[in-house]
């Protein structure tokens, strides 16, 4: 009797456990289809600075280019150049509804050039859900990180050897809510008690990370072109 108590509790955890990675993962396909991992976020700035007439500072035109690279819908798609801290310098477009068919958002902006280390790239749009509408948001520095990289034609050539050419490389964040985040915001807005620690107290209810980008090699995707 024993030995079938013990069988019918592992086939319920079993079934229990399908049932939470099929939720996991249906969760995950969810904000996939709406998230920033599916936007392509395109910063080219002008190769060299200008001096308009009658100006004393250097300006640089910026070209930002937002487009969908798979399925999605973003509601009120906006962007902004920023300083760290979100403090919005200047509006780069007003909101949209950008869609995986519709065309991509190209705007020209002219900066300041000493300005261009400390601003960002922020597009932001609205998520929706069962509570309703969430901010989600991708940003980027327009200051470029440069890596260089060595310049081989032939097959045989040595890496070491060839010549190395500056590559711009933007590295995109994006904003993480933290789990349960809507727990935290209801008990931040308690009243302060003694017996409720933080109660009343706003706190971050997400932060920046690096944007996960899946990569695979040769041996991983057989018979794909590379």
Same mark, same amino acid.
């Given at each position: 009797?024993?030995?079938?108590?013990?069988?019918?509790?592992?086939?319920?955890?079993?079934?229990?456990?399908?049932?939470?990675?099929?939720?996991?993962?249906?969760?995950?396909?969810?904000?996939?289809?709406? /998230?920033?991992?599916?936007?392509?976020?395109?910063?080219?700035?002008?190769?060299?600075?200008? +001096?308009?007439?009658?100006?004393?500072?250097?300006?640089?035109?910026? %070209?930002?280019?937002?487009?969908?690279?798979?399925?999605?819908?973003?509601?009120?798609?906006?962007?902004?150049?920023?300083?760290?801290?979100?403090?919005?310098?200047?509006?780069?477009?007003?909101?949209?509804?950008? @869609?995986? %068919?519709?065309?991509?958002? @190209?705007? &020209?902006?002219?900066?300041?050039?000493?300005?261009?280390?400390?601003? +960002?790239?922020?597009?932001?749009?609205?998520?929706? &859900?069962?509570?309703?509408?969430?901010?989600?948001?991708?940003?980027?520095?327009?200051?470029?990180?440069?890596?260089?990289? $060595?310049? &081989? %034609?032939?097959?045989?050539?040595?890496?070491?050897?060839?010549?190395?050419? $500056?590559?711009?490389?933007?590295?995109?964040?994006? +904003?993480?809510?933290?789990?349960?985040?809507?727990?935290?915001?209801?008990?931040?807005?308690? /009243?302060?008690?003694?017996?409720?620690?933080?109660?009343?107290? /706003?706190?971050?209810?997400?932060?920046?990370?690096?944007? $996960?980008?899946?990569?695979?090699?040769?041996?991983?995707?057989?018979?794909?072109?590379?």
């Amino acid at each position: 009797m024993g030995w079938i108590l013990l069988i019918v509790m592992a086939i319920a955890v079993a079934v229990l456990a399908v049932v939470v990675c099929a939720l996991w993962l249906r969760i995950d396909i969810d904000d996939a289809m709406g /998230s920033g991992r599916n936007l392509e976020l395109i910063i080219d700035p002008a190769p060299h600075p200008i +001096f308009p007439p009658g100006a004393t500072e250097a300006v640089r035109d910026i %070209t930002v280019a937002v487009t969908a690279l798979g399925p999605g819908l973003w509601f009120d798609l906006e962007g902004s150049l920023t300083q760290y801290d979100g403090t919005i310098v200047a509006d780069l477009w007003p909101g949209q509804t950008l @869609t995986a %068919t519709g065309q991509p958002i @190209t705007v &020209t902006r002219r900066v300041d050039d000493a300005q261009i280390a400390a601003l +960002f790239v922020v597009i932001t749009w609205k998520q929706p &859900t069962r509570t309703g509408p969430r901010p989600q948001a991708l940003r980027a520095p327009l200051n470029p990180i440069i890596d260089y990289q $060595p310049l &081989t %034609t032939a097959i045989d050539a040595r890496p070491e050897a060839a010549p190395a050419i $500056p590559i711009r490389q933007y590295p995109i964040d994006e +904003f993480y809510w933290h789990p349960a985040h809507h727990l935290r915001s209801r008990y931040q807005q308690l /009243s302060p008690r003694w017996w409720l620690p933080g109660a009343g107290v /706003s706190k971050p209810l997400g932060a920046w990370r690096p944007r $996960p980008q899946a990569t695979y090699n040769n041996t991983q995707t057989p018979g794909l072109p590379h």
